[in-house]
């Protein structure tokens, strides 16, 4: 009896400690959670003002600052070590120190830091100022990709000419940096292993908190494959009408040069080339916001609009006053592509864009501010739950805003849309449209992280890293480059996001997802009901809905506080990711595209690529 007294005195007294302890680790992550937003605060400022004007002063700067936060990030993963918060009670407390203990590449020997922050600089530099030549003018080689390539290579029809242009920007942003990325690659798995990661792959697959969750992605990238092939074949058959057999094969993959885009990530910029009923007018109100004398600060100003018109937080003036929303005429090089910046104070939240006046820009203008609504939501957090519920719920956010204004129904409202009918013809025009940005993009996003995923998990001899990357794009997208590239060549830098080492898995998770928010929000705003054909999925707007802003602040507030399923059920009450929604929004243009291909014998599928040769 007597020792069982003892015993249980000693686990009392045990209790007793870790309770005590555990209330010492609450005022610790506290009084951590401050100091960690200030020094963010201090990283994140010498990293904008760096992207906003590159030049060496700003890059050594932005290194050496990055380089102190990560050897306090060390400190901290080490002195944590002193509490036993996986025995705690609090999931929260315990959430939190998890959190805390990834370094992720602050993990790394002080020398290979600033070795990865040099590597990344390069990259990220040298494709900010990539520069070409000219088509007509060989000795003018100033063209910068914004705005002067893409503009060329959304409106030429000239394949020639794209090819041109084409070559030299891969050639410049992609193989120039071939060395810098093999370093980058072995830095990535060191840094991984540091952290008990098999590899890279793992550490980005681990921001999802789901052992299956790129089994999760391959079914549901499987279901909708089919729609997509669908989408594939018509393109190829419309392009051989327009550009004849000897640029485009009836059987092979398209020549992705000609599909208005540098990556042929969206197609949506040919559309009037493959529209399904050309003489139906496209929903492109470019020349009409021209007309109204629409610019840069009106189309931000209207997309804050948007969000406050659901009960959501209105832009506080530092974002005006800070901005960067037009491309600087000062001749400084920057990062034009468009980003938006959480500074970790109170209202310290920016975009920077080198916005001009389009469609695509004015949906882009809503996504970009999507993320800033979700920093501003959940702004009142401790520093490490400042961040979405999983990386693809922040694209998703503001790409709802983009598919609600996108549609004919919003472009009415706002007086940019005039006299335009939405029959059954426009509406299958609408449809493939949306097609050619939403479902074009699904594989093309799973690309960019399996490829690689299978050079952090050593699948791939280096000797093959380049036609690897071509292997894939042909294998899911049916795309191939308009020459025959071959290891000499190094092409996947020639994306920003894998120069800039972005994990790309968020954007592939929130195509996916932000057709479940949207179904959902169309429904709480009364705008969508499968049963009535004057209220269809995919011309709904949420613009004005408080009930759809409820869901949004209710979702968006918990920042990364608990696992994503239980983000996604503050949403819809649902917990589980799935492509149903996408499917059903373009049920309609399924229905067509397969009758229209059996109906001109439109071969689905394609057959090997054989530009891309191994040496």
Same mark, same amino acid.
């Given at each position: 009896?007597?020792?069982l007294?003892?015993?249980?005195?000693a686990?009392?007294?045990?209790?007793?400690a870790?309770?005590?302890?555990?209330i010492q680790?609450?005022?610790y992550?506290e009084?951590l959670n401050?100091?960690?937003?200030?020094?963010?605060n201090?990283?994140?400022?010498?990293s904008?003002?760096?992207a906003s004007?590159?030049?060496?002063?700003?890059?050594?700067?932005k290194?050496?600052?990055?380089?102190?936060?990560?050897?306090?990030?060390?400190?901290?993963?080490?002195d944590?070590?002193?509490?036993s918060w996986?025995?705690?009670?609090?999931e929260?407390?315990?959430?939190?120190f998890?959190?805390?203990?990834?370094l992720?590449?602050?993990?790394?020997t002080?020398a290979?830091y600033?070795?990865?922050?040099e590597?990344i600089?390069?990259?990220?530099?040298?494709y900010?100022?990539?520069k070409?030549?000219d088509?007509k003018?060989?000795?003018?080689?100033?063209?910068?990709?914004e705005p002067e390539?893409?503009?060329?290579?959304q409106?030429?029809?000239?394949?020639?000419?794209?090819?041109h242009?084409?070559?030299q920007?891969?050639d410049k942003?992609g193989t120039?940096v071939?060395?810098e990325?093999?370093?980058y690659?072995?830095l990535n798995t060191k840094?991984a292993?540091?952290?008990?990661?098999?590899?890279?792959?793992?550490?980005?697959?681990?921001?999802?908190?789901d052992?299956t969750?790129?089994?999760q992605?391959d079914?549901i990238?499987?279901?909708?494959?089919?729609?997509?092939?669908q989408?594939?074949?018509?393109?190829r058959y419309?392009?051989r009408k327009?550009?004849?057999d000897? @640029?485009?094969s009836?059987?092979?993959?398209l020549?992705?040069?000609?599909l208005?885009?540098?990556w042929?990530?969206?197609?949506s910029?040919?559309?009037s080339l493959v529209?399904?009923f050309p003489d139906k007018?496209? @929903?492109?109100?470019t020349s009409?916001?021209?007309?109204?004398g629409?610019?840069p600060?009106?189309?931000?100003?209207?997309?804050?609009?948007?969000? /406050?018109?659901m009960n959501l937080?209105?832009?506080?003036?530092?974002?005006?006053?800070?901005?960067?929303?037009?491309k600087?005429s000062?001749?400084?090089d920057l990062?034009c592509h468009?980003?938006?910046w959480?500074f970790?104070?109170t209202?310290?939240v920016?975009?920077?864009?080198?916005t001009?006046?389009?469609?695509?820009q004015?949906?882009?203008v809503?996504?970009e501010?999507g993320?800033?609504?979700?920093?501003l939501?959940?702004?009142?957090?401790?520093?490490?739950?400042? /961040?979405?519920?999983?990386?693809?719920?922040?694209e998703?956010?503001?790409? @709802?805003l983009s598919?609600?204004?996108?549609t004919p129904?919003?472009?009415?409202?706002?007086?940019?849309?005039k006299?335009f @009918?939405l029959?059954?013809?426009?509406r299958?025009?609408q449809?493939?449209?949306?097609?050619?940005?939403?479902?074009v993009f699904?594989?093309f996003?799973f690309?960019?992280?399996?490829?690689?995923?299978?050079l952090?998990r050593?699948?791939?001899?280096?000797a093959?890293?380049?036609?690897?990357?071509w292997?894939l794009?042909?294998e899911y997208?049916g795309?191939e480059p308009?020459v025959?590239?071959s290891?000499?060549d190094?092409?996947?830098p020639?994306?920003?996001?894998i120069?800039a080492?972005?994990e790309?898995?968020?954007?592939?998770?929130?195509?996916i997802?932000?057709?479940?928010?949207?179904k959902?929000?169309?429904?709480?705003?009364?705008?969508?009901d499968?049963?009535?054909?004057?209220?269809?999925?995919?011309?709904?707007?949420?613009?004005g809905?408080a009930?759809?802003?409820?869901a949004?602040?209710?979702?968006?507030s918990?920042?990364?506080?608990?696992?994503?399923p239980?983000a996604l059920?503050?949403?819809?009450?649902?917990r589980?990711?799935?492509?149903?929604?996408?499917?059903e929004?373009?049920e309609?243009?399924?229905?067509?595209?397969?009758a229209?291909?059996?109906?001109?014998?439109?071969?689905i599928g394609?057959?090997a690529?054989d530009?891309c040769v191994?040496?």
């Open positions: 009896m007597k020792v007294l003892l015993a249980l005195a686990t009392f007294a045990f209790t007793q870790l309770v005590k302890e555990e680790a609450k005022e992550l009084n401050k100091e960690l937003a200030k020094r963010t201090v990283e994140t400022e010498a904008w003002a760096y004007n590159i030049n060496d002063e700003n890059e050594k700067k290194n050496e600052v990055s380089a102190e936060l990560a050897k306090f990030m060390k400190e901290v993963a080490s944590i070590q002193k509490f996986r025995t705690y009670q609090s929260d407390i315990k959430r939190q998890k959190s805390l203990s990834k992720g590449y602050a993990a790394l002080e290979d600033a070795q990865f922050l590597t600089s390069a990259m990220e530099s040298n900010a100022k990539v070409v030549c088509y003018n060989n000795t003018k080689c100033d063209l910068a990709l390539i893409e503009d060329v290579i409106t030429s029809r000239d394949p020639e000419e794209l090819k242009y084409w070559v920007f891969y942003a120039a071939r060395s990325f093999e370093r690659v072995e840094a292993k540091l952290n008990n990661f098999t590899s890279g792959a793992e550490l980005w697959l681990d921001e999802y908190e052992d969750f790129e089994k992605l079914d990238f499987a279901e909708i494959r089919p729609l997509y092939e989408i594939h074949g018509y393109v419309r392009l327009h550009y004849g000897d @640029v485009v009836e059987k092979g993959p020549p992705m040069h000609l208005g885009n540098m042929a990530q969206q197609w910029d040919i559309a529209s399904p007018p496209l @929903v492109d109100v009409e916001m021209i007309n109204q629409y610019t600060l009106k189309m931000f100003q209207m997309a804050d609009d948007f969000f /406050t018109s937080t209105k832009l506080p003036q530092a974002f005006w006053d800070k901005s960067i929303i037009e600087p000062d001749g400084r990062i468009a980003s938006a959480d970790y104070l209202d310290d920016r975009i920077k864009q080198c001009t006046v389009t469609q695509s004015f949906f882009t809503h996504h501010q993320h800033i609504q979700y920093f939501q959940y702004q009142h957090q401790p520093f490490v739950y400042r /961040t979405g519920a999983n990386p693809g719920f922040h998703a956010v503001g790409d @709802v598919l609600s204004v996108s129904r919003h472009l009415e409202k706002i007086g940019l849309l006299n @009918v029959d059954e013809e426009a299958i025009n449809l493939f449209l949306t097609a050619l940005d939403k479902i699904l594989p996003a690309t960019l992280d399996k490829y690689r995923w299978s952090f050593g699948e791939v001899d280096k093959n890293w380049n036609c690897a990357f292997k794009r042909e997208s795309i308009p025959v590239r290891e000499k190094f092409d996947p020639a994306k920003y996001h120069s080492d972005v790309y898995l968020r954007y592939l998770v929130s195509f997802i932000q057709f479940q928010f949207y959902s929000a169309c429904i709480k705003a009364g705008q969508y499968a049963t009535n054909p004057d209220l269809p999925l995919d011309n709904c707007d949420i613009y809905s009930a759809a802003g409820a949004f602040q209710n979702m968006l918990l920042g990364a506080s608990k696992p994503w239980d059920e503050a949403f819809n009450g649902e589980i990711m799935s492509g149903k929604a996408i499917a929004f373009f309609p243009l399924r229905v067509w595209l397969e229209e291909n059996i109906k001109n014998n439109v071969h394609w057959t690529s530009k191994s040496s």
